[in-house]
């Protein structure tokens, strides 16, 4: 399968493919779990190029009438799977440390009452 042509003196021309090489590249990209990046990585083309021969593939399905005969779908082939959580970690204190020139203070206060400790804090900081 030749996917280029040959450069003539130095000066860069579009690559012209196959359509024997577009549709085994869109094959590629129709199976589940594969990407069109990677596909177009190994075949040595752009991902916007094979994107766009995907989805010209997609509409030559359509029959005459405009009614979709064949879509490519993609397949989700994970599911959820419940895993089981370890239990959460008993609550510790919540411990403060002030300190203000060479005086420092230390409050241990129960984690149950969270709430009571951060309104304390909120009044002690304004």
Known sequence: MDTSVALSEGRRRRRKHSA???AHVVAACSKPGVSLASVAMANGVNANLVRRWTKDADSEREDFEGVVVAKRVKETTTKFVPLPLPSPAP?????VELQRGAIKIVVTWPATAAAQCAAWMRELLQ
């Open 20 to 22: 024997e090489f577009k």
């Open 91 to 95: 609550l510790s204190d919540i411990r």
